[in-house]
Structure formats: structure tokens, C-alpha cells
């Protein structure tokens, strides 16, 4: 929670005298795909549909819903901290963790130990639309674009293929696909570029996409404080949602988050927010933040524990636990 107060104290790898530097306006830009087609697409399936998506691909279609409050996240970019890869508010240091986000993607296939890393040797980026997409060598290749120095396949063409394609769980994979080119990792604007086909072509294995999600959206944040501008290319609809679990007190938490079918981001999306508070006074408020004003863990993390095993001793820690009573919180017991 005071990560870089305590590594000043305890002493950690930055150059001695480092003093950390938030006053530097970093002039953010957060443009966004046009989403609308993708959303109506959406609407127009049934439950069936929805359903075959939710159980392969988790709950990401509800991030098109995820209102993108422009201001608010220009006002958080200023407090990112690239020198200890967290948000400082004033006195309040934090930063998402995979935990979070793999609960917020919510994706029964996901194997939480099956970690995502990019191959020295890449399959072509038309071998990987073909297994996507289902569709021959000729369809890919004579649709597949250069953007900068990356291969792209345009939105439009997947879109046409989304309501055209004759098989349905093949439609869902079109669309899954999108979500993480045009969503999660927007990096070319209307297009699909090839090192997401090669992060989703790895989810049917039991991939998780969660460390890599994070990953690169410290990298697209660190890239643009260090520059004072630029674009921020990865998913704003999860950072915004991350940030709204931590910083509105809940007063109850749901018993309904016990739930297999309970869906954070739903919830988030269905939560009414303001859109009138300027940017300037975005910043005010994350500066005077304090430790009281904070949910340090989100309302919709279910507790848990971990069993602590030295010799013939095991020692129960419950964790996310409100309760910091340490003789309510560790149990001694035989193992």
C-alpha cells in the first residue's frame, strides 16, 4: 500500500538520492475504436450464443460497455509512478494486481499457471487467422494490411465474417478476437494486428491473457510519462473499472459474489457514474487522497486462504481480510 515509502525506508534498486518526480504533465490521449458495431453485433445474438462466449472467453464482451471517462483517466496518467510501476495518490500507493484482473475477466478456461510468453519463432501471421477464422490462405492473405511495422487484418473484414460465417462457435472466436484487437490492446486503430492473433490463438490452450494485459499496460503508461505525451494503447475500460472498485466505499458486499455466474464488470457497467467533473479537479482529488478514503480490497474479491505448513505446524492465513486482529486472522493447528 506505501510501496515506494517502504522501499525508501528498506532500501531497494533505484539510484541512491532518487527522488520521485510526479510534477510532469504527461498530455495523454485515450482515442478510442468506434465499438457500436461490435455492441450491436452483441445485441443481436441469444442467450445461447452469449453463453458459448461466456464459457470460453469470459465476461470481456461487458468492456463495450465500459464508459471511457476521458478525464478522469488523464487525471490518473499523472499519477502514475514509472519508477515503482504503481499509482501514488498523495499518500495512497496503488496498482492492479493479476489477481484482480483475472477476477474482473471472470474466464472459466483460464489456468492461472499457464502464463503467456511470446515465441522467438512466431508462426506467420496468416497460419494463425486460418486457425482463428476458419477461412483458407487466399480469404487471409488478400485481406491481411501493414500498419507501421505490423501486420493487421481490418476490423470491417471481420466483421463481415462474424455475420456471415456459418459456424457459430467459430462467429464467437471472431469476435473474441476483436475484443482483445479493437479493446484490449487497441494498438492500431480499426484493425487487429498480428501479435494479438498469436496471444489468442494461445487461450484455447488454457492460456491466461491477465499478465500480459498488465504488462503492457505499465509499459503503454511508463512510454508515456516518459515522453510527456502520446497515446495510451491498451485497455482503458479495465484500468477505469479497476479503479472504480478501490476508491467508492461499499458499505455491504453482496453475498451474491459467492456466485459461479456473479460478474464484477456487469455490476460495474450497471453502476451509474458521473461524466461532468473536469480534469483539473479530477487531479485535486487524487492528490489529497488519504489511506481512510481507499477500498483496499475490491468488493468483489472473495476471501481466501492459504494454508502455511513449517514442520509438523501448518498456520491458516485468511487473506483480504478486513479484520487485521492478528489473533483473528492466524490459527494455530495441528498439519
Known amino acids: 500500500m506505501c510501496a515506494e515509502t517502504t522501499q525508501q525506508e528498506k532500501g531497494d534498486s533505484l539510484t541512491e538520492g532518487y527522488v520521485s518526480e510526479l510534477w510532469n504533465f504527461t498530455r495523454i490521449s485515450v482515442t478510442q475504436n468506434n465499438l457500436q458495431e461490435m455492441k450491436e453485433i452483441w445485441g443481436q445474438w441469444d442467450d445461447d450464443v452469449k453463453q458459448l462466449f461466456y464459457c470460453h472467453y469470459g465476461d470481456s464482451p461487458y468492456l463495450l460497455d465500459v464508459e471511457v471517462d476521458e478525464h478522469l483517466f488523464r487525471a490518473l496518467?499523472?499519477?502514475?509512478?514509472?519508477a515503482y510501476s504503481c499509482f501514488t495518490f498523495g499518500k495512497v500507493d496503488l496498482v492492479p494486481t493479476i489477481e484482480e484482473y483475472t477476477t474482473l475477466l471472470h474466464c472459466p478456461k483460464i489456468q492461472v499457471d499457464r502464463i503467456y510468453a511470446r515465441p522467438t519463432n512466431v508462426p506467420a501471421f496468416s497460419k494463425k487467422l486460418m486457425n482463428i477464422t476458419g477461412m483458407s490462405e487466399h480469404w487471409v492473405t488478400t485481406r491481411i494490411k501493414q500498419k507501421g511495422n505490423c501486420k493487421c487484418i481490418p476490423w470491417r473484414n471481420l466483421r463481415d465474417l462474424i455475420l456471415a460465417h456459418p459456424d457459430v462457435k467459430k462467429r464467437v472466436d471472431v469476435f473474441?478476437?476483436?475484443?482483445?484487437?479493437?479493446?484490449?490492446?487497441?494498438?492500431?486503430?480499426?484493425?487487429?494486428?498480428?501479435?494479438?492473433?498469436?496471444?489468442?490463438?494461445?487461450?484455447?490452450?488454457g492460456t491466461t491473457p491477465v499478465p500480459a494485459i498488465l504488462a503492457e499496460t505499465f509499459r503503454s503508461l511508463n512510454a508515456c510519462r516518459r515522453v510527456g505525451e502520446g497515446r495510451f494503447i491498451r485497455c482503458t475500460q479495465f484500468l477505469l473499472s479497476w479503479f472504480y472498485s478501490h476508491f467508492w466505499k461499499v458499505k455491504k458486499v453482496p453475498y451474491r459474489i459467492f456466485s459461479e455466474n456473479y460478474s464484477p464488470l456487469k455490476e460495474l457497467v450497471a453502476t451509474p457514474r458521473r461524466d461532468d467533473v473536469t480534469e483539473e479537479n479530477w487531479m485535486t482529488v487524487l492528490q489529497n487522497l488519504q489511506?481512510?478514503?481507499v477500498e483496499w480490497r475490491a468488493p468483489w474479491m472473495v476471501?481466501?486462504?492459504i494454508l502455511y505448513r513449517y514442520g509438523d505446524f501448518g498456520m491458516l492465513l485468511c487473506l483480504h481480510c478486513d479484520n487485521t486482529d492478528p489473533d483473528s486472522l492466524h490459527h494455530q493447528h495441528k498439519g
Not at 496518467?77 to 514509472?82: C, E, K
Not at 484493425?191 to 490452450?205: G, N, T, Y
Open 77 to 82: 496518467a499523472q499519477y502514475w509512478n514509472s
Open 303 to 305: 476471501p481466501d486462504e
Open 176 to 205: 473474441a478476437l476483436s475484443i482483445y484487437g479493437l479493446v484490449i490492446f487497441p494498438k492500431a486503430l480499426g484493425h487487429v494486428d498480428e501479435a494479438v492473433a498469436d496471444l489468442f490463438d494461445r487461450l484455447s490452450k
Open 291 to 293: 489511506e481512510e478514503d
